[in-house]
């Protein structure tokens, strides 16, 4: 479990999906250390500390200012990010005619909103200072709410994480960035120093984590090419009203050569990589559809290629394909089970749901039904099932899996709603 606390730059939800340089990080250690990421807010130093205390959490994420004293020699340093103005179009094109953006005179008497979490830095009091006449509103809504409200005209300047901002400028055309303060905020990692051996286990990895490819791609991600195109390559659209990615052309063609729904494809790709084909998971799968090296041999296909999306694609397909050669499920399978039990293995690996259907058959389910299935893929988190003569691969925790299953299934019946086949 890790807290977050609830003013900290650069990390937002949208879509219901969580972004940020220090939630991919911890993402990261969470694949590595083979748990679920879980994550819960925390609104001030003294709760920080409570939390800590009562071992409710195993990490606390914050701005470093707002670390308490006590823990300061448990956290780790991350992130640094900094916060900007952003205005109006018109205002902006205004400001960049005449002369450079000056805060206290542009500003003045005019009305201010601000991120809650720009009162973290030194730049906020002497911004209070030089703007004796101004309106300023200081709020903790959403970045994105908050750049909507300002393309609206609800106010004139809005100041926010630089990131937020960049994406925000990116998804609402009538807006744009006209300053950047100087000072940089520092983002930290407090480890629980109450857990035994946290502390040396993930300053280990840490170490090095940060001498590998994954840590080289997550700052590229970050850093090189920015939030914007980190979120629109995972959320990649098609410009036409009905499609569902820009790579929709590509995938209804290999589904059809291979005798698949374009959308349930779809649907695999947005859950794998929000339809980012830069992506590569700290398990070193690759591209749209999170390929395995291992895959890509089994089909003759050279590393250097895997990425490449028609390559990729192709490949899930493929695997899929193979997958269900393979299950052998009886004629009269539905459609929903057949994918449901694939999907499974495409994600958790089909040596484990093949033990998972061995269960079900011994006691008395059926290998063919995914609550059979997903019940026995439980149970084997029991190790008087995972050791049972018929179970190859022993122990398995399948939460991960469940939820992949239900992501594409929901996704899947959302696309078959929204496009035609």
């Not at 005019?110 to 002497?126: E, N, V």
């Not at 006449?133 to 750049?147: A, C, E, G, H």
């Not at 050791?387 to 239900?406: K, Y």
Request: hydrophobic share 40%; net charge negative.
């Amino acid at each position: 479990m890790v807290a977050i606390d609830a003013d900290m730059p650069g990390y937002f939800q949208l879509d219901n999906e969580s972004y940020g340089y220090q939630h991919d990080l911890l993402q990261v250690y969470a694949d590595h250390v083979g748990v679920t990421l879980r994550i819960g807010p925390v609104h001030s130093p003294a709760e920080s500390k409570r939390m800590l205390d009562r071992r409710e959490v195993d990490m606390i994420a914050a701005p470093t200012r707002r670390i308490p004293h006590d823990e300061t020699d448990w956290s780790v340093p991350v992130y640094h990010t900094s916060y900007v103005v952003i205005t109006g179009r018109k205002r902006a094109a205004q400001i960049n005619k005449a002369t450079d953006f000056q805060l206290g005179e542009d500003m003045a008497d005019r009305k201010l909103m601000i991120a809650s979490g720009f009162k973290l830095t030194r730049a906020y009091d002497r911004l209070l200072d030089s703007l004796p006449k101004t309106q300023i509103f200081v709020s903790s809504k959403s970045s994105f709410d908050l750049i909507e409200a300002l393309s609206r005209g609800e106010y004139d300047y809005l100041i926010c994480e630089k990131s937020e901002a960049q994406l925000g400028c990116a998804l609402v055309r009538n807006v744009r960035e006209i300053y950047e303060f100087a000072e940089q905020l520092p983002v930290s990692l407090v480890v629980n120093p109450r857990i035994s051996g946290l502390r040396d286990e993930f300053s280990a990895w840490y170490g090095t984590f940060r001498n590998s490819a994954d840590y080289a791609l997550l700052n590229d991600l970050y850093f090189e090419r920015g939030i914007v195109g980190q979120v629109i390559g995972r959320n990649a659209r098609s410009e036409s009203a009905d499609g569902i990615s820009i790579y929709d052309p590509l995938i209804k063609r290999i589904s059809e050569e291979e005798g698949h729904d374009w959308r349930l494809i779809s649907a695999i790709a947005y859950s794998e990589s929000r339809f980012n084909p830069l992506i590569v998971s700290s398990k070193g799968a690759r591209g749209l559809m999170q390929i395995m090296p291992s895959v890509a041999r089994q089909f003759n296909v050279p590393e250097g290629e895997v990425m490449q999306p028609e390559q990729n694609i192709l490949l899930g397909v493929k695997l899929i394909g193979a997958i269900e050669r393979t299950l052998k499920f009886k004629p009269s399978t539905s459609y929903a089970n057949r994918m449901r039990i694939i999907l499974a293995c495409y994600n958790g690996g089909i040596g484990h749901v093949t033990d998972a259907r061995r269960l079900a058959v011994k006691y008395g389910g059926d290998p063919d039904s995914w609550d059979d299935v997903a019940l026995f893929l439980q149970h084997k988190t029991d190790p008087a099932y995972a050791n049972d003569e018929i179970v190859s691969h022993g122990t398995f925790d399948p939460s991960e899996t469940l939820a992949f299953v239900d992501q594409v299934m929901g996704c899947y019946t959302a696309y078959c709603n929204r496009v035609k086949r």
